[in-house]
């Protein structure tokens, strides 16, 4: 199994140095109810504006679901799916437009991100991996999966145990090799005014 701790500049928890997005999952072994159950408690209780808690989730299981998790894998980019397919658990973030007192959720996306987020480290905790996916085709899912209008599909997640890179297309195995990089912390983190290194 390939390790790839984030290479940090100040120490961080050992949950964020550790976790990243393979595309390696072991197709034999399933995500058990007790872990799925516990991934979703950890997505439950992430940080909302208000407690609003402006996501659903839909979750195919491919050991319980097969044709059901089959549909979601046809909603990923043909990239994705060079790779998700031993990947057992398929989850789909989506996102409210508006809180129940019609007014827009400006925050929405930050905290479904949130709980996606919180998802994705309780993985890491359990020994799982996962990996968030932009490229899939939204209307489709919403289509497939009767997501209301009023809802946006955001991010789809494969979850798996991981497996060797061996496992991998010469094409994946490439892009799974590529060491893990972030710009600097200057780059990114400005005090007192934009651009103003921290």
Same mark, same amino acid.
């Given at each position: 199994?390939? &390790? +790839?701790?984030?290479?940090?500049?100040?120490?961080? #928890?050992?949950?964020?140095?550790?976790?990243?997005?393979? =595309?390696?999952?072991? *197709?034999?072994?399933?995500?058990?109810?007790?872990?799925?159950?516990?991934? /979703?408690?950890?997505?439950?209780?992430?940080?909302?504006? #208000? #407690?609003? @808690?402006?996501? =659903?989730?839909?979750?195919?299981?491919?050991?319980?679901?097969?044709?059901?998790? =089959? =549909?979601?894998?046809?909603?990923?980019?043909?990239?994705? @799916?060079?790779?998700?397919?031993? *990947?057992?658990? /398929?989850?789909?973030?989506?996102?409210? %437009?508006?809180?129940?007192?019609?007014?827009?959720?400006?925050?929405? !996306?930050?905290?479904?991100?949130?709980?996606?987020?919180?998802?994705?480290? @309780?993985?890491?905790?359990? !020994? /799982?991996?996962?990996?968030?996916?932009?490229?899939?085709? $939204?209307? +489709?899912?919403?289509?497939?999966?009767?997501?209301? $209008?009023?809802?946006?599909?955001?991010?789809?997640?494969?979850?798996? &145990? @991981?497996? $060797?890179?061996?496992?991998?297309?010469?094409?994946?195995?490439?892009?799974? /090799?590529?060491?893990?990089?972030?710009?600097?912390? %200057?780059?990114?983190?400005?005090?007192? %005014?934009?651009? +103003?290194?921290?």
């Amino acid at each position: 199994m390939l &390790h +790839k701790p984030a290479v940090t500049s100040a120490p961080i #928890n050992d949950l964020m140095t550790k976790r990243w997005s393979t =595309r390696a999952f072991d *197709a034999s072994k399933p995500v058990t109810s007790t872990e799925l159950a516990a991934l /979703l408690e950890a997505a439950r209780w992430a940080p909302s504006a #208000n #407690n609003s @808690q402006p996501w =659903r989730f839909l979750v195919w299981n491919k050991a319980t679901d097969e044709a059901s998790w =089959r =549909r979601a894998f046809e909603c990923l980019a043909p990239g994705n @799916q060079a790779w998700a397919g031993n *990947a057992p658990l /398929l989850v789909l973030s989506c996102v409210a %437009a508006t809180a129940p007192d019609g007014k827009p959720y400006r925050h929405g !996306g930050h905290d479904t991100g949130m709980a996606t987020f919180s998802l994705m480290l @309780q993985a890491v905790e359990l !020994g /799982l991996a996962a990996h968030a996916m932009a490229g899939f085709n $939204a209307d +489709k899912a919403r289509a497939e999966f009767g997501v209301p $209008a009023e809802f946006t599909p955001m991010t789809m997640v494969a979850i798996g &145990h @991981q497996a $060797a890179p061996e496992i991998l297309t010469d094409d994946v195995r490439a892009k799974e /090799l590529v060491p893990r990089t972030r710009r600097a912390l %200057a780059e990114t983190f400005f005090a007192g %005014a934009w651009g +103003k290194g921290a």
